[in-house]
């Protein structure tokens, strides 16, 4: 949990964010294919989950570094959310102050931001539902910190153990979160399809009437294990 940021009180205004074309084909494949696809992909991890809004967002991070607990620049955030945007909140893992409510997620709405991701707590879930926009955190409080800073804007921030920098493509579903790297994103979605072609592959042969183990190949992967360990085969 981070007191202090190198870039504390700045605000930065430079847009990072990458060909919407190519985060709109990312958003079509869930987090596992993502987190399968062996490209530059981080998964965030265990402990940031989805608590109220929609089930899933995927979109450029507008990042916040705040003082774990206080509100001051997450009330300023959303006047630089644009359409598609996902705001990604540092607040360093503090679950007993709530960084974000139904308002903030209200005025993000208005501005088009598709998702919201706190590495802490928020609040107000049910104003949330309402809103409808997805939001993933690690717990719900009811009651804020302060509100006197620092914090920081569109600087690299940390999520869950995960680097995010502004305009890297932050993507949320029911298994988890997952980032890439705003310079990696066709890279990732062209391996991303290939995942995604493999394992429709595999569940049509099985509807064929294969088994898994058939329609994987895994019975081969096996045996050559076997063989580089020096197993015997029967």
């Known amino acids: 949990m981070s007191k202090s940021h190198p870039q504390q009180w700045a605000i930065v205004t430079d847009d990072h964010r990458p060909d919407p074309a190519s985060v709109a084909t990312l958003a079509t494949f869930p987090s596992t294919q993502i987190a399968d696809c062996g490209g530059p992909v981080a998964v965030v991890g265990p402990g940031i989950a989805r608590l109220a809004g929609g089930t899933g967002f995927c979109g450029p991070a507008l990042t916040v570094w705040t003082k774990p607990g206080d509100i001051l620049f997450v009330l300023k955030a959303p006047d630089l959310a644009r359409e598609g945007d996902v705001l990604v909140v540092d607040g360093g893992g503090r679950t007993d102050a709530a960084v974000l409510g139904d308002i903030v997620s209200s005025v993000l709405s208005r501005a088009g931001a598709v998702g919201t991701v706190v590495d802490g707590a928020v609040r107000d879930l049910d104003g949330i539902d309402d809103v409808g926009t997805p939001t993933f955190a690690r717990n719900a409080h009811p009651a804020t ?61 099985i509807r064929g009437g294969a088994s898994l183990s058939a329609a994987t190949g895994i019975d081969d992967v096996i045996r050559e294990k076997r063989r580089g360990a020096g197993v015997e085969l029967p």
């Open 145 to 205: 910190g302060s509100n006197e800073g620092p914090g920081a804007i569109n600087v690299t921030v940390q999520l869950g153990g995960v680097t995010v920098r502004p305009g890297d493509v932050v993507r949320g579903d029911a298994s988890g979160v997952v980032v890439v790297p705003r310079e990696h994103v066709d890279e990732v979605v062209a391996l991303t399809r290939a995942v995604d072609e493999r394992e429709s592959a595999w569940l049509e042969t």
